[in-house]
């Protein structure tokens, strides 16, 4: 591209002509942004579409940058008094290239400085003219270095990590005067703060590198490395960056609270750990060492009852009365064996319960059978009755119909349901019953949903309000008198 003779706008970039309102580089025909203008920045850009607004100010410490700002005012022939302070936009590539060359400057010139003043140290050395005595490399290491100082003030971020702490806090350590042994006593003094316990030197690690950057760090182990990092700590703050020391704890610091604890914990279990224990005690299965007296002479009991009823009908024993068989559940058997334990009752004879009542207990549940008139009064009929299926666990009544073993082939079994009343007849004995006339009045409510009276007793509270039957007390009555159908 030729030289141009123009006027720098600061609405394009100083180093590339970039218009930094469309974006775009000058062309034959120029875009119709106004440049005169300083675009404003946005906070959200797209990629590569980034300003920086920035001010020049005539320093002779920075000439590769001075020389890059140079050449694009001679490139375009701004004809811009860098002896004067002016302000100028940059692009975000050019904005790049001018801070790392201002970058590669910072760094010339604390090399310089540095170089300055070793050569100054040396020139004091040689005007005072000093002996030096000629001793080996070995004697100058054993030399008390730990009153070796440095005039600055030295201030690290210091950083504990230890499995405690889960999350670690850094923490700014100023350290003056910057010895040895000052650094250590102020290092274990924030470490004995974060760990709220007392340790010693020999319980962490120390080590330096500088803050946000990748990599192994240095360990700082004894005087030497104290030197090291001295001289590390210079380097890094020349460059404008910050100095961390890192100190991890060992493990065998854990390990030993651990085993404090435990050993704390020997003499009995804490509450947790006694609340865990019976948990698990309860989910195993259940042995014989774990019932008591009293519960292993009721299960003899009820395994004794439960060889000698064992019936050849059902698969459950059966108390077997005029030809009745009662079945004895497990609620059965164990009223039966609590009773034979008290003496209330024998192997032989039943507890005096209603539950053992062969007939009260059956005429609620069982399912009546009838022998049709027509057959012949010589002809024998065997009765069988059967509870009701909830008591067959291992069997379906069919099954339980035919597996019966009887010798009497002209035997006619027979079963039918109990005969259901009607609404009205079911309300009716209930007022004879209660003594009121209030029941028999909700017979055409439930005529006319069609409810029988064997559904009553899965109707829910709302759906008996709906039906008229508003009091608790008649809701109860109602279904309790339900439960027989």
């Not at 440095?150 to 889960?166: C, G, M, R």
């Not at 007392?198 to 760090?217: E, L, M, Q, R």
């Not at 019953?433 to 439930?446: G, H, R, T």
Request: proline share 4%; net charge neutral.
């Amino acid at each position: 591209m030729t030289n141009l003779d123009c006027k720098y706008l600061l609405g394009a970039c100083y180093s590339c002509q970039k218009c930094l309102y469309c974006f775009e580089f000058p062309q034959e025909e120029s875009c119709k942004c106004d440049k005169n203008k300083q675009p404003s920045r946005t906070k959200h850009p797209k990629r590569g579409q980034q300003i920086y607004q920035r001010t020049f100010t005539p320093d002779s410490s920075f000439p590769k940058a001075n020389k890059y700002m140079s050449d694009a005012n001679d490139k375009f022939g701004y004809n811009s008094n860098f002896e004067k302070t002016f302000s100028f936009t940059l692009c975000s590539a050019c904005n790049s290239q001018i801070q790392r060359h201002r970058s590669a400057d910072k760094k010339k010139v604390a090399l310089n400085n540095l170089s300055n003043e070793k050569d100054a140290e040396n020139d004091d050395k040689v005007g005072d003219h000093q002996t030096i005595s000629l001793v080996s490399s070995d004697t100058y290491e054993e030399e008390d270095i730990d009153n070796v100082e440095v005039e600055d003030e030295v201030k690290v971020q210091i950083i504990v990590k230890s499995k405690n702490i889960k999350v670690p806090i850094a923490k700014t350590l100023n350290i003056e005067p910057t010895s040895y042994k000052n650094a250590m006593e102020k290092v274990n003094l924030v470490v004995q703060k974060t760990l709220r316990e007392k340790i010693t030197s020999k319980d962490y690690v120390i080590s330096y590198k500088a803050v946000n950057v990748h990599g192994p760090s240095n360990e700082l182990k004894d005087e030497l490395d104290f030197q090291r990092f001295i001289g590390e700590y210079k380097r890094i703050v020349l460059d404008g960056k910050k100095m961390s020391m890192i100190v991890a704890v060992r493990d065998n610091l854990t390990k030993k609270k651990k085993l404090h604890n435990k050993s704390s914990d020997e003499s009995g279990f804490s509450s947790a750990e006694e609340l865990q224990y019976t948990k698990k005690k309860k989910l195993r299965a259940i042995c014989e060492e774990d019932l008591s007296n009293e519960e292993k002479t009721r299960s003899e009991v009820i395994s004794t009852l439960c060889e000698i009823y064992r019936c050849n009908v059902h698969a459950t024993p059966c108390f077997i009365q005029d030809n009745w068989h009662l079945q004895l559940d497990p609620a059965r058997l164990q009223l039966w064996a609590q009773e034979i334990i008290n003496k209330g009752a024998t192997y032989e004879v039943p507890p005096s319960y209603l539950t053992f009542d062969v007939k009260s207990s059956i005429s609620n549940l069982i399912l009546q059978t009838q022998v049709s008139q027509t057959l012949p009064t010589t002809t024998s009929t065997t009765i069988i009755i059967q509870l009701p299926s909830q008591f067959y666990p291992n069997c379906t009544f069919q099954d339980q119909l035919t597996s019966s073993n009887f010798n009497n082939t002209n035997g006619i079994h027979l079963t039918s349901p109990n005969t259901l009343p009607s609404i009205g007849e079911f309300l009716n004995s209930l007022d004879k019953k209660y003594n009121c006339n209030v029941y028999s009045n909700f017979e055409n409510a439930f005529l006319e949903e069609e409810i029988t009276v064997n559904v009553i007793k899965d109707l829910s509270d709302d759906q008996l309000q709906k039906l008229g039957v508003v009091k608790i007390g008649w809701q109860k009555n109602i279904k309790q008198a339900a439960q027989q159908f």
